[in-house]
Structures are given as structure tokens and as C-alpha cells.
């Protein structure tokens, strides 16, 4: 889609991993490679949210944090400063079983909403998984200034929809952050 772009969140500290997640070996290829390939399938312009300048060998643009130790919330507002399209696709660089109907699915749903995130039968939500329109740029620094960095105080502040997912594929959402995560699912 020519009006969207993706940004990959891979700025996490992976502190469970103990090291750059986004970077590990899983099933012969880095973690992040995933996402990007997901990402391909939607978007012509994609860019990697991160602040290690190592993803630059996936040759897609970098974005370091504009505020700095702000977690997520920080990587998806320098994403949306950075990006020159009203809708965002962000994926995290941990999550290689998503599959793009899920995403297709949700994309339907942009024109009347602002975020459209998934949440499972559970009613357990991915908001990392979702389309984020750039007008949310003064509402998340606001939450930012105020050190509000949980994603979910933002979707209570906006249009935002849910697109329900069966809990039999609740597995698509799997995130691997530990070693031992890593080699049970290879």
C-alpha cells in the first residue's frame, strides 16, 4: 500500500535475552527478518525503530530515539515524527509467527479510527501489533512528557479499534524474548 509505511520496533533492551533480540539466530535467519518480510508484503517504506546501529545491514532506514528511555511508546512516537505517511504499520522484531491476514483484516478498519490494534477472544490486546495514523503525534508526546508510557492509556485516549482474533490463533502472537524461548520454538 503506497500511503502506509511499517516500523519495526527492535529497540527494546532485551534484558530477558541479554542480548539484542531482534538480532538472534532463529530458524536460520535473525528474528527481525520476519517482521521485515511481513512488512514487504504491505508497505513499499519501511523503517527499524531502534538505537543500535547493527540493523543497518538489512539496509532499510534506522530511527533512533527522538526521547530517549521512553520504551515503546517513545519508538512509535519517533516513528510517526519520521515517517512521511498518515498510517503506520508497527510490528515487533519478535513476533515471526504473525501472518498478514491478521493484518489484512485489520487494515480494513483504518478510515473511521486512529489505532486498530489486535485483541484476542481473551481479551488479552497486541498493541504493539497495529496501524498508528500520525495524528496521535501530540497526544503521545503529551504522554510522553508526563512519563505516561504505558500503550494501553493511549488507546483508552482515541478512536481506537479492536479487531478480534479467535484464541486458536492466539500462537501467531507468540513474542520470543528469553535463549530458552528461542530453542523450544525452533
Not at 527481525?32 to 513499499?44: E, M, P
Not at 543500535?52 to 530511527?63: G, Q
Not at 522484531?93 to 489484512?104: E, G, N
Amino acid at each position: 500500500m503506497k500511503n502506509l509505511s511499517c516500523i519495526i520496533l527492535a529497540g527494546g533492551e532485551s534484558r530477558r535475552m541479554g542480548e539484542d533480540k531482534g538480532l538472534k539466530i532463529f530458524r536460520n535467519q535473525a528474528l527481525i527478518s520476519y517482521s521485515i518480510q511481513l512488512a514487504t508484503k504491505l508497505c513499499d517504506n519501511i523503517l527499524i525503530s531502534t538505537n543500535n546501529p547493527d540493523y543497518i545491514k538489512f539496509d532499510y532506514p534506522l530511527i533512533y530515539d527522538i526521547i530517549p528511555n521512553k520504551g515503546p511508546m517513545g519508538g512509535i512516537y519517533s516513528g510517526l515524527s519520521v515517517s512521511k505517511t498518515d498510517w503506520n504499520l508497527f510490528l515487533p522484531c519478535d513476533t515471526p509467527f504473525l501472518q498478514l491476514d491478521i493484518l489484512l483484516k485489520m487494515q480494513k478498519h483504518l478510515s473511521s479510527n486512529k489505532i486498530v490494534v489486535p485483541k484476542l477472544e481473551s481479551d488479552q490486546i497486541q498493541p504493539l501489533i497495529g496501524f498508528y495514523h500520525k495524528d496521535l503525534l501530540p497526544l503521545i508526546k503529551n504522554h510522553l512528557e508526563n512519563d505516561r508510557l504505558k500503550i494501553m492509556g493511549l488507546l483508552n485516549k482515541t478512536k481506537t479499534y479492536y479487531q478480534i482474533i479467535r484464541q486458536e490463533n492466539a500462537s501467531r502472537f507468540l513474542n520470543i524474548n528469553t535463549i530458552k524461548e528461542l530453542k523450544i520454538n525452533e
